[in-house]
């Protein structure tokens, strides 16, 4: 089992940055590759960003350039550094890890509101 914990959202103005964090305990050893989704109320949950365990990253269109996702030597971390905010980034960003057995993985989710 790998148990997931996402830090870093809040209300930031339009323009602005933050940073997300998520830390994976558990069976780490089990990880391959994590991503992180994002659901604005009302709407399905839609990919953000994804890295591999090798490292290679893909992003949405809608995010592209501004953000950018990484993952830290030891593995159970991920980041997501977002800049250039927008209001219609606001959504609850959730990590998301898959294991090299088949399991997926979710963390409660983090809020981050952009304000016009």
């Known amino acids: 089992q790998v148990q997931l914990v996402e830090s870093g959202g809040g209300l930031v103005q339009a323009g602005g940055s933050l940073r997300l964090s998520c830390v994976a305990s558990?069976?780490?050893?089990?990880?391959?590759?994590m991503a992180w989704y994002r659901q604005a109320p009302g709407k399905q949950r839609d990919i953000v960003a994804t890295?591999?365990?090798?490292?290679?990253?893909n992003y949405a269109d809608s995010v592209k350039g501004r953000f950018a996702i990484s993952r830290g030597n030891a593995k159970n971390t991920m980041y997501l550094q977002m800049n250039s905010l927008k209001p219609e980034d606001t959504a609850v960003y959730y990590c998301?890890?898959?294991?090299?057995?088949?399991?997926?993985?979710w963390g409660q989710g983090t809020q981050v509101t952009v304000s016009s």
């Open positions: 558990g069976s780490t050893f089990a990880i391959n590759g």
């Open positions: 890295i591999s365990s090798g490292g290679s990253t």
């Open positions: 998301f890890a898959d294991s090299y057995s088949g399991g997926n993985y």
